[in-house]
């Protein structure tokens, strides 16, 4: 038997844009990271485009906070988050996340998904491939009071989900705790032999167009 070593992450944020706009991120591979860390962190970026990235063993792969705005983040492979997928909170705004690939959500902690915003207005979240999530796929929330965590019209589009809830009762493919998101063609494959598995749309003002619930 020839041992290999362990690795012991010491970083929680590998790669941080604070304050800049028109970067380009693309082709790089983000791993190991520590459980609580963000291994790309956008803080008040804007116009940034992140693309075509590997992220790996990763505590949240990648998060916009305190108004990180009008970036794209597509094609880029997620897998095997201590958390969550991608981040989005403190008003990043206007941010366009489509066509990633992201998969083996929450790992370590579980109030988790694969995509999750709180407290954004105007994303864009499309065609991503989301699967084997520790509870949401894609996840809005609002926690009300003071907390400033209200969104609005974000869109949720042409997503393919599946496997969610895996170790939560509390769960849905998109759960969307907040007012006026449009969800248009979610497609959640999964054993729908179980009650929980399925979009869950937790309060009223939406538009829930063309859901295909399929078995597998």
Do not use: C, W
Request: aromatic residues 4%; negative net charge; without cysteine.
């Amino acid at each position: 038997f020839v041992s290999t070593g362990v690795e012991v992450p010491r970083l929680g944020t590998l790669v941080k844009l604070n304050g800049a706009s028109d970067v380009t991120i693309d082709g790089l591979t983000f791993k190991n990271t520590t459980t609580g860390g963000d291994a790309l962190l956008l803080n008040n970026a804007d116009g940034n485009h992140i693309s075509d990235n590997s992220f790996l063993n990763v505590g949240t792969a990648i998060k916009l906070t305190a108004g990180s705005s009008n970036n794209q983040i597509a094609h880029n492979t997620l897998n095997h988050m201590a958390e969550n997928g991608i981040e989005m909170d403190g008003r990043s705004n206007g941010n366009s996340i489509y066509a990633n690939t992201i998969s083996n959500i929450g790992e370590v902690r579980k109030a988790v998904a694969g995509i999750i915003g709180t407290g954004v207005d105007n994303n864009l979240i499309s065609n991503n491939d989301i699967d084997h999530s520790a509870r949401y796929g894609i996840s809005f929330k609002d926690y009300g009071g003071t907390t400033n965590t209200v969104n609005h019209n974000n869109i949720i589009q042409y997503n393919h989900i599946s496997y969610t809830g895996l170790e939560t009762a509390d769960d849905g493919a998109i759960d969307a705790i907040v007012v006026d998101i449009p969800i248009k063609g979610a497609t959640r494959e999964a054993d729908l032999s179980a009650d929980r598995r399925h979009l869950y749309v937790a309060t009223t003002r939406h538009l829930v167009n063309k859901v295909d619930l399929q078995a597998n």
